[in-house]
């Protein structure tokens, strides 16, 4: 079956440009994560959403950072205004009940 | 206390060797428990669970330590293809973010 989707694979911007990362998690999953991971490092959690329920937002570096989860599905992790420190590879995950997380391929993200 | 520890390694073993990998975690009131493995450059992928009785896949034994809070990862006969990073993962209910990695424990098997 289909796993869990991120889109674009890679991304190279400009310092200061926003960018939009898209995660289509596992139909049917009602939790969905993201994460950040710098090469070399563990997982850094951002943003957990867990059906309708307000999302918990405390792994967020900054305000810059915000992201939404439309209809219970399809998540967008948004950056504004890019920083060299936001390199890395974001990944989202999602899940049901307390099984584990399926994991997508990451969108690479590279801040010239 | 980090909720989840684990040692980072590396462990470096030959081919056809066994190993294990504990992992312990500070909160008594957590409830399920997952092994995952992560390549280089790549997403983790999950493992394997791991139940109260212990199970078995193949060459790879999962076990809880419930008293002692931990729990463990066996790898016997490692095979070339088992080096990459083992990530120890434990939730539990209530609260929002309800799961927790370790760092992760790199093992490397050697020809």
């Known amino acids: 079956g289909a796993g869990v989707s991120q889109s674009p694979s890679n991304k190279v911007t400009e310092k200061g440009k926003d960018v939009e990362l898209r995660c289509d998690p596992i139909?049917?999953?009602?939790?969905l994560y993201w994460y950040r991971q710098s090469l070399g490092q563990g997982l850094e959690f951002l943003i957990y959403f867990q059906g309708n329920s307000a999302p918990d937002k405390s792994g967020l570096p900054s305000d810059r950072f915000s992201a939404e989860r439309t209809g219970g599905s399809v998540s967008t992790l948004t950056i504004q205004r890019t920083q060299q420190e936001d390199s890395a590879v974001y990944l989202c995950?999602?899940?049901?009940?307390?099984?584990?997380?399926?994991f997508g391929p990451g969108t690479r993200l590279t801040v010239l | 206390r980090k909720e989840v520890e684990q040692d980072p390694g590396p462990f470096n073993v030959p081919e056809g060797a066994t190993v294990a990998f504990n992992c312990t975690y500070s909160?008594?009131?957590?409830?399920?428990f997952f092994w995952y493995r992560q390549d280089c450059r790549k997403e983790p992928k999950l493992l394997m669970s791991v139940y109260s009785s212990g199970n078995e896949d193949g060459r790879f034994t999962a076990q809880l330590n419930r008293a002692s809070q931990y729990i463990s990862l066996l790898i016997r006969d490692s095979k070339l293809s088992d080096s990459a990073t083992y990530l120890c993962v434990v939730t539990r209910s209530g609260g929002a973010n309800n799961l927790f990695f370790g760092t992760g424990t790199r093992l490397t098997v050697i020809p």
């Open positions: 139909s049917g999953h009602t939790a």
């Open positions: 909160n008594s009131a957590s409830q399920s």
């Open positions: 995950a999602s899940s049901v009940g307390l099984r584990g997380q399926f």
